[in-house]
C-alpha cells in the first residue's frame, strides 16, 4: 500500500477517533432533554456521562481499527505511532507523514465539533476543558497538579502500547486485536478522565486545544511528551522482555539447563 493511500487512513481515522470521542464528549455528555412538553418542572437527564464518553473512545477506535487496520495499521495517535517504532514494528521514514495526518485529522475534526457545538444558543468556550480539551492544574477536570498528569499519562499511554503490542503479536489470536485495544482504551479513560480528561494521544489533544484558546493551547506540551515518552518505553520493554527473539532465547537457555 502506497504511503500517501496510508496517509489518508491515518487521517480518517484519526478524525474519527476526535469527532466520536471529543464530539461525545461536547455534544452528548450532560445532555439533558427538554422535558416541558412532558410535564412542568421536569427535566431528562439523557447524557451519556463519564462512562458513555469512554465507550465512545474505544468504540472509535474499535471501529477504525477494523475498517482501516488493515490498509495503515490503524495508529491514528502519534504515541502509537512513535511506540511501535520504538518496538521495531514501524519505520522512522514513515513517522513524520503518519503523524502530519493524523494532526491534522484531529484539527478537522475538532473544527467540526466547534461549527456544532456553537450553533446551540449560548454556546461558550467556558469551563476548564472546553472542546473537551486536556489539562493540568485548574484546567484538570479533578484539579490534579502538573505531576500527577504527568504520570497518569505516560503509565496510561505505557499500557495502551503494551496491549497494542501484545495483542498484534504473530503469537497472539488473530481476528480480537481492535476489540482488546478498542476496551482498553475504554479502560483508560474510565481511569483517567478525572485527572486530564484523557490523552493517551498527542494529536487529539492538540486539535480541540487550537479552537479553545490560548491558555488551554499551551498546555498541549504535556500531552506530546508524556505519551510519547509512555509508548516509547512500552516499545523498549516489549522487545526487551516479550519478543519472540527473546523468548526464544530464554527457552532454548532452560532447555540446556
Known amino acids: 500500500m502506497s504511503l500517501t493511500k496510508r496517509c489518508l487512513a491515518e487521517f480518517i481515522g484519526t478524525f474519527w477517533l476526535v469527532l466520536g470521542g471529543c464530539g461525545s464528549a461536547v455534544l452528548a455528555a450532560a445532555y439533558t432533554a427538554d422535558a416541558a412538553k412532558i410535564s412542568e418542572n421536569t427535566s431528562f437527564p439523557l447524557g451519556i456521562g463519564l462512562v458513555g464518553v469512554s465507550l465512545a473512545f474505544g468504540l472509535t477506535v474499535l471501529t477504525g481499527a477494523y475498517a482501516l487496520g488493515h490498509i495503515s495499521g490503524g495508529h491514528f495517535?502519534?504515541?502509537?505511532?512513535?511506540?511501535?517504532?520504538a518496538g521495531r514494528r514501524f519505520p522512522a521514514s514513515d513517522l513524520l507523514p503518519y503523524i502530519v495526518s493524523?494532526?491534522?485529522?484531529?484539527?478537522?475534526a475538532a473544527g467540526i465539533i466547534y461549527l456544532i457545538a456553537s450553533g446551540k444558543t449560548g454556546f461558550t468556550l467556558s469551563g476548564s476543558n472546553p472542546l473537551a480539551t486536556n489539562g493540568y492544574g485548574t484546567h484538570s477536570p479533578?484539579?490534579?497538579?502538573?505531576?500527577?498528569?504527568?504520570?497518569?499519562?505516560?503509565?496510561?499511554?505505557?499500557?495502551?502500547?503494551?496491549?497494542?503490542?501484545?495483542?498484534?503479536?504473530?503469537?497472539?489470536?488473530?481476528?480480537?486485536?481492535?476489540?482488546?485495544?478498542?476496551?482498553?482504551l475504554t479502560l483508560i479513560h474510565l481511569i483517567s478522565i478525572p485527572v486530564t480528561n484523557t490523552s493517551v494521544n498527542?494529536?487529539?489533544?492538540?486539535?480541540?486545544?487550537i479552537f479553545a484558546g490560548v491558555k488551554l493551547f499551551s498546555q498541549v506540551w504535556l500531552f506530546w511528551i508524556a505519551p510519547i515518552l509512555g509508548a516509547i518505553l512500552a516499545g523498549w520493554l516489549y522487545v526487551a522482555v516479550f519478543s519472540e527473539s527473546t523468548v526464544d532465547e530464554r527457552q532454548t537457555i532452560k532447555e540446556l539447563v
Open 77 to 85: 495517535n502519534p504515541a502509537v505511532s512513535f511506540g511501535l517504532w
Open 102 to 108: 493524523q494532526v491534522i485529522g484531529a484539527v478537522v
Open 142 to 184: 479533578g484539579g490534579y497538579t502538573l505531576f500527577s498528569c504527568l504520570i497518569t499519562e505516560v503509565v496510561m499511554t505505557f499500557m495502551f502500547l503494551l496491549i497494542i503490542l501484545g495483542v498484534t503479536d504473530s503469537r497472539a489470536p488473530k481476528g480480537f486485536a481492535p476489540l482488546a485495544i478498542g476496551f482498553g
Open 202 to 209: 498527542p494529536a487529539r489533544s492538540t486539535g480541540v486545544a
